[in-house]
């Protein structure tokens, strides 16, 4: 997804030090560097009070940012020493105006009230909390902004691996910023496991109806020819496949819903298996689905 080779090691190894353990753990991030004066400072401030609260779920972990430039621009860390407290894969507070043990001890107690820290380290992250975070991302993307609902599923995909819902709405969320590659690539490398999961394989129907975009001035031309040739089915279903990939997915269901009315049975019920593969891929429990679902349903049953 764009990463360099060296990034992408940065990425893992932050996940693997620094994210899993937050899933049931508080994690205390310390950004520093070896010339950083203050940062060697804290540094036995942090060290001490982390093994004191070790047996209550908090950890230590470090980040130099001249070797890991990219997480630490990643985390937009502008001075040193900076220090965040992370749980399940996110900053939940910013420690670095504490500076003595004291300090330290009162905003770790104020966040280990609030926060379902497993001291053992042996439970699992809430799923509650990730139902959360998939839910805004879906809100999110509904709303039109896919790149921050990439985003937030990104993190998703990071604190649970084998969630099919996350993996599924990354996949729609690149499908809708153009990004059909890396969409398609994300599927072949996903666990067989979530392979028959109904959400990848509506987002599977994502990609492929991404595979039928064209420019504007291309898509103009089939919306000419359909309507220049209304009995013509060929020119209708690339107009509607053509409509589906540039966002127009009104037209689309408008032409195919005009097809299935006029021969149900052309090329085999091919308008039919284009829009039930349309609703597969927005989702059938999305308003829009349903609505036009009710539309095919007075076409076929009358």
Known sequence: MGLSIDEQKAVD???????????????????????????KALTPVLEKVAAEYADKGVILAKVNVDEDQFIASQFQVRSI??????????????LTQARTESQLKQMLDQLLEKLPVDPTGDGAAPQQDVTEFITMAEQVLAEGDAERAAGIFGQVVQMVPDNAA???????????????DDARAILAELDPALQDDPLIQAATSAVELAGTSVNEGELQALRAAAAERPA?????????????????????????????????????????AKLLQIFEAVGLEDAWVVATRRRLSKILFG
């Open 13 to 39: 190894r932050f996940k693997k030090d620094i994210v899993e353990p937050s899933m049931t753990k508080l994690v205390v991030l310390d950004f520093w560097a070896e010339w950083c004066g203050p940062c």
């Open 81 to 94: 020493p900076t220090v965040y407290a992370m749980f399940q894969g996110q900053p939940v507070a910013d």
């Open 166 to 180: 996350a993996h599924a709405g990354l996949v729609r969320a690149l499908v809708a910023l153009g990004h059909a």
């Open 232 to 272: 013509d089915m060929e020119a209708q279903l690339a107009f509607a496949e053509a409509a589906y990939a540039g966002n127009s997915r009104d037209e689309a269901a408008d032409t195919l819903l005009r097809m299935i009315e006029a021969d149900r049975e052309w090329n085999d019920g091919a308008a039919k």
